[in-house]
């Protein structure tokens, strides 16, 4: 039995996948953590290890066996391999004391959890993503700025939505208000594109994918043109949010909600080995919610479920089925008011938060989505492995709104129209990678080639029109709307073809990455209204590189460039298609990872420069409302942030950004003014002490404030939108820790905006929105 085991973890050994590692030397504690968090392994050490001992630095591609080796050779420490991903440190002299009855050494073991860049983390630091290169890289390496926010910093805020997952992220700043229908989500100056999984959420006008926080394992948000490796997007960057999936071991956890607005809501979350082997995984989360919102009959809806499995026949391959259903049978509204009575005065006041505009027998938003896919990742040998990520994507939107616009001379008369829009979509994304690791020499690769696909195929059927006025100060929400005349019939359809090429090499302590790919897009839209159709067919090359340091004292100086681009749908005067707009990005930074702390520090500048946008068409002699492509936008600044797991009690995050956006080149008259609803400034920090001791133990507090700096309503730069700070904060207690029989079970309550301040989030031309004011949840979630 013991031989057949020992053959076993020899065949395993052999089998073994090189794993880049970047340790600096270091106290033994600190080097076994940051090797486990590396790897996954378990290692164990007894009391009679000298925890003082300084270990060698590792560094390079090896297999764990090799670098757990490397980091105590001539140390006095010794290594017996315990099992195919665990070991144990003794010293040569061990005690007969230190054996137990059946002649094994008594360990003090720690037990660690795997990381990997599409898994779970301890924590709020992350040590590892493959957003930035679709390969498993430690961030201090990425020469690029990169967030992750983890399942655990997304539970502690009780993020309700996918702009809140990222509220206290660096960078990012969004509209902080009550329509849910979008999530739209901003970085230097840009539109930041969402990936679920690695994969493209592709989207229509109200048919836009649809993610719930509590399915999600982690997000990340990648800065800068990403276009060497996703296709066509914007240079702002991307968030890619990763599904939870199915567990090794047994994870089992069910929760309720309620709160602000006569909120409701229950949550499951269950997985974990189907089989003795551990070869089948199981995964499947559910949530159901029902609830009001700041604004008078507006009310939102949710089912949603998501199981995955995940098959394992052999130790090099990987197969991982997901699939998810949503529907929102109250989806969201849309509740735009005027300016005067929100940045403009108003002779009869500010409109309340909770005003309506709209109508409630006429209006209707029902959303439903499905998804299904796979994962495939396969590895051949040492040098050889692929992946192959696979989603299918539809959505049926039955939307219908009336909408405010303008106010009239007399300052309560309201005008309104009627909207509605019938929407599907269906969409296909396949990525398929191949990664090979190698040496030339002293250079160490990692290269990826890849080819990718995206289809999408989008109907939308739209009516617009007048709607009868409202009274704001005796309004009626009864009154007779007709359905408003045809406005849109189309069908697009886009499809996009990329192959690209990456390789990582890595030097001594330098890391530098280059990448390069060609795209072929096109788009085919039928215009059944007006009897016209439009081909646009568009290539294009980007590229990116990168350089980095990385010191033994944690610190990691990089620069970068990056290239992207976007096709622009429509045509000229001349009826010639757009061309697509080209963002280009330079970036320099310095990241600093203590070797004895769990943290990420991180300090950026850039500039970031927009190409080919639309403006209008200075020719008189064109019809109005014809554009041509000699617009240019431009960003700059400077990002700080901070992440860290200080001690077993404390988390915390914190960023500043310092943003100078500019209309370079427009015919518009806005050439010289800022872009609109883009801070200047914008700040935040968030912190989590939990008490592991004492009178308190199981108690925890937590608190967060952000701030938003100054913005204008549009690109005129006519209308300002004050700056504003809002306070979070929250208690959780496990109740464990007061009755023994309730191990397993927390209470938690969160509230945000606790000053309830009164603010103004976004404008357009057409109107502001209020932000969002304090809400308050509790939740109760039992864990076995």
Same mark, same amino acid.
């Given at each position: 039995?013991?031989?057949?085991?020992?053959?076993?973890?020899a065949?395993?050994?052999?089998?073994?996948?090189?794993v880049?590692?970047?340790?600096?030397?270091?106290?033994?504690?600190?080097?076994v953590?940051?090797?486990?968090?590396?790897?996954?392994?378990?290692?164990?050490?007894?009391?009679?290890?000298?925890?003082?001992v300084?270990?060698?630095?590792?560094?390079?591609?090896?297999?764990?066996?090799?670098a757990?080796?490397?980091?105590?050779?001539?140390t006095?420490?010794?290594?017996?391999?315990?099992g195919?991903?665990?070991?144990?440190?003794?010293?040569?002299?061990?005690?007969?004391?230190?054996?137990?009855?059946?002649?094994?050494?008594?360990?003090?073991?720690?037990?660690?959890?795997?990381e990997?860049?599409?898994?779970?983390?301890?924590?709020?630091v992350?040590?590892?993503s493959?957003?930035?290169?679709?390969?498993?890289?430690p961030?201090?390496?990425?020469?690029?700025?990169i967030?992750?926010?983890?399942?655990?910093?997304?539970a502690?805020?009780?993020?309700?939505?996918?702009?809140d997952?990222?509220?206290?992220?660096?960078?990012?700043?969004?509209?902080?208000?009550?329509?849910?229908?979008?999530?739209?989500?901003?970085?230097?100056?840009?539109?930041?594109?969402?990936y679920?999984?690695?994969l493209?959420?592709?989207?229509?006008?109200?048919?836009?994918?649809r993610?719930?926080?509590y399915?999600?394992?982690?997000?990340?948000?990648?800065?800068?043109?990403?276009?060497?490796?996703?296709?066509?997007?914007?240079?702002?960057?991307?968030?890619?949010?990763?599904?939870?999936?199915?567990?090794?071991?047994?994870?089992h956890?069910?929760?309720?909600q309620?709160?602000?607005?006569?909120?409701i809501?229950g949550?499951?979350?269950?997985?974990?080995?189907?089989?003795?082997?551990?070869r089948?995984?199981?995964?499947?989360?559910?949530?159901?919610?029902k609830?009001?919102?700041?604004?008078?009959?507006?009310?939102?809806?949710?089912?949603?479920?998501?199981?995955s499995?995940?098959?394992?026949p052999?130790?090099?391959?990987s197969?991982?089925?997901?699939?998810?259903?949503?529907?929102?049978?109250?989806?969201?509204?849309?509740?735009?008011l005027?300016?005067?009575?929100?940045?403009?005065?108003?002779k009869?006041?500010?409109?309340?938060?909770?005003?309506?505009?709209?109508?409630?027998?006429?209006?209707?938003?029902?959303?439903?989505?499905?998804?299904?896919?796979y994962?495939?990742?396969?590895?051949?040998?040492?040098?050889?492995?692929?992946?192959q990520?696979?989603?299918?994507?539809?959505?049926?939107?039955?939307?219908?709104?009336?909408q405010?616009?303008?106010?009239q001379?007399?300052?309560?008369?309201?005008n309104?129209?009627?909207?509605t829009?019938?929407?599907?979509?269906?969409?296909?994304?396949l990525?398929?990678?191949?990664?090979?690791?190698?040496?030339?020499?002293?250079?160490?690769?990692?290269?990826?080639?890849?080819?990718?696909y995206?289809?999408?195929?989008?109907?939308?059927?739209?009516?617009?029109?007048?709607?009868?006025?409202?009274?704001?100060?005796?309004?009626?929400?009864?009154?007779?709307?007709?359905?408003?005349?045809l406005?849109?019939?189309?069908?697009?359809?886009?499809?996009?073809?990329?192959?690209?090429?990456?390789?990582?090499?890595?030097?001594? +302590?330098?890391? /530098?990455?280059?990448?390069?790919? =060609?795209?072929?897009? *096109?788009? &085919?839209?039928?215009?059944?209204? !007006?009897?016209?159709?439009t081909?646009q067919?568009?290539?294009?090359?980007?590229?990116?590189?990168?350089?980095?340091?990385?010191?033994?004292?944690?610190?990691?100086?990089?620069?970068?460039?990056?290239t992207?681009?976007?096709?622009?749908?429509?045509?000229?005067?001349?009826?010639?298609?757009?061309?697509?707009?080209?963002?280009?990005?330079?970036e320099?930074?310095?990241k600093y990872?203590?070797p004895s702390?769990?943290?990420?520090?991180?300090?950026?500048?850039?500039?970031?420069?927009?190409?080919?946008?639309?403006?209008?068409?200075?020719?008189?002699?064109?019809?109005?409302?014809?554009?041509?492509?000699?617009?240019?936008?431009?960003?700059?600044?400077?990002?700080?942030?901070?992440?860290?797991?200080?001690?077993?009690?404390?988390?915390? +995050?914190?960023? /500043?950004?310092?943003?100078?956006? =500019?209309?370079?080149? *427009?015919? &518009?008259?806005?050439?010289?003014? !800022?872009?609109?609803?883009?801070?200047?400034?914008?700040?935040?920090?968030?912190?989590?002490?939990?008490?592991?001791e004492g009178?308190?133990?199981?108690?925890?507090?937590?608190g967060?404030v952000?701030?938003?700096?100054?913005?204008?309503?549009?690109?005129?730069?006519?209308?300002e939108?004050?700056?504003?700070?809002l306070?979070?904060a929250?208690?959780?207690?496990e109740l464990?820790?007061?009755?023994?029989?309730?191990?397993?079970?927390?209470?938690a309550?969160?509230?945000?905006?606790i000053?309830?301040?009164?603010?103004v989030?976004?404008c357009?031309?057409?109107?502001c929105?209020?932000?969002?004011?304090?809400?308050v949840?509790?939740?109760?979630?039992?864990?076995w």
């Amino acid at each position: 039995m013991l031989g057949g085991t020992a053959i076993a973890w020899a065949q395993q050994a052999e089998a073994e996948q090189a794993v880049r590692f970047s340790i600096p030397a270091q106290s033994l504690p600190s080097a076994v953590d940051a090797f486990t968090r590396a790897t996954g392994w378990q290692v164990g050490y007894s009391a009679t290890v000298d925890s003082a001992v300084t270990t060698n630095r590792v560094s390079g591609r090896q297999t764990p066996r090799q670098a757990l080796q490397a980091m105590f050779a001539g140390t006095g420490v010794s290594i017996r391999f315990t099992g195919p991903k665990s070991a144990a440190l003794v010293t040569p002299q061990v005690s007969p004391m230190g054996l137990a009855d059946d002649g094994s050494l008594m360990l003090d073991t720690i037990d660690v959890t795997a990381e990997t860049a599409r898994g779970p983390v301890d924590g709020y630091v992350a040590q590892q993503s493959a957003t930035a290169t679709k390969t498993d890289t430690p961030i201090i390496d990425t020469p690029q700025t990169i967030s992750v926010i983890t399942a655990d910093e997304i539970a502690d805020q009780q993020a309700q939505s996918v702009r809140d997952v990222v509220r206290y992220a660096p960078g990012v700043y969004y509209s902080d208000d009550a329509d849910s229908r979008l999530q739209l989500i901003n970085a230097r100056g840009f539109l930041l594109d969402q990936y679920l999984d690695g994969l493209s959420l592709l989207t229509g006008t109200w048919a836009r994918p649809r993610i719930d926080p509590y399915f999600l394992e982690r997000a990340e948000v990648l800065e800068g043109p990403s276009s060497t490796l996703y296709g066509q997007g914007s240079p702002g960057g991307l968030l890619n949010m990763i599904s939870k999936r199915p567990t090794e071991t047994p994870h089992h956890q069910v929760e309720i909600q309620t709160g602000s607005y006569d909120r409701i809501q229950g949550a499951f979350d269950l997985g974990g080995p189907v089989d003795d082997q551990g070869r089948v995984l199981y995964r499947v989360t559910g949530l159901a919610r029902k609830t009001g919102t700041q604004v008078d009959h507006v009310d939102e809806e949710r089912l949603a479920i998501a199981p995955s499995v995940t098959w394992r026949p052999n130790a090099d391959t990987s197969l991982t089925l997901l699939a998810s259903y949503l529907h929102d049978p109250k989806a969201g509204f849309w509740n735009l008011l005027p300016y005067q009575g929100t940045l403009l005065p108003n002779k009869y006041g500010k409109f309340s938060r909770d005003f309506y505009v709209g109508d409630v027998d006429f209006e209707d938003f029902d959303f439903k989505q499905g998804m299904v896919g796979y994962e495939l990742t396969h590895r051949f040998n040492d040098t050889w492995s692929v992946r192959q990520n696979f989603r299918y994507t539809g959505i049926e939107t039955d939307y219908r709104a009336v909408q405010g616009s303008t106010l009239q001379a007399d300052q309560r008369t309201l005008n309104r129209n009627a909207y509605t829009a019938d929407e599907s979509l269906d969409a296909v994304t396949l990525d398929n990678q191949a990664t090979a690791n190698f040496n030339t020499g002293a250079l160490t690769h990692t290269a990826l080639f890849g080819a990718d696909y995206q289809y999408r195929n989008w109907d939308n059927l739209s009516r617009f029109g007048l709607a009868p006025t409202l009274d704001i100060l005796h309004p009626d929400y009864t009154q007779d709307i007709a359905i408003p005349p045809l406005f849109q019939d189309a069908n697009q359809v886009q499809e996009q073809v990329g192959l690209y090429a990456q390789d990582q090499i890595e030097f001594g +302590r330098f890391y /530098y990455s280059i990448g390069g790919r =060609e795209d072929w897009a *096109s788009s &085919d839209t039928n215009n059944y209204l !007006a009897g016209t159709k439009t081909d646009q067919d568009n290539s294009k090359f980007t590229w990116n590189t990168g350089l980095l340091y990385h010191f033994d004292s944690g610190f990691a100086p990089y620069v970068s460039y990056a290239t992207s681009f976007q096709p622009t749908i429509g045509t000229d005067f001349a009826g010639r298609p757009f061309d697509p707009t080209t963002g280009e990005q330079y970036e320099a930074g310095i990241k600093y990872q203590p070797p004895s702390m769990d943290a990420l520090f991180t300090a950026s500048i850039f500039e970031l420069t927009q190409q080919n946008v639309l403006t209008a068409d200075p020719n008189p002699s064109h019809s109005i409302g014809s554009q041509v492509q000699t617009g240019e936008v431009r960003s700059r600044g400077i990002e700080l942030s901070a992440v860290a797991s200080l001690t077993d009690s404390l988390d915390a +995050r914190a960023s /500043y950004t310092h943003l100078d956006s =500019e209309i370079t080149r *427009s015919n &518009d008259g806005t050439e010289g003014n !800022a872009l609109a609803n883009t801070p200047e400034d914008f700040a935040s920090l968030w912190a989590d002490y939990t008490f592991h001791e004492g009178a308190l133990s199981g108690f925890g507090v937590l608190g967060g404030v952000r701030y938003v700096g100054q913005t204008y309503a549009t690109n005129a730069n006519l209308l300002e939108i004050p700056d504003y700070t809002l306070f979070d904060a929250g208690l959780h207690y496990e109740l464990g820790e007061l009755l023994p029989n309730l191990d397993g079970t927390k209470l938690a309550v969160n509230a945000t905006n606790i000053g309830d301040k009164k603010y103004v989030s976004y404008c357009t031309a057409a109107g502001c929105r209020w932000g969002l004011g304090r809400t308050v949840y509790a939740t109760l979630s039992y864990e076995w």
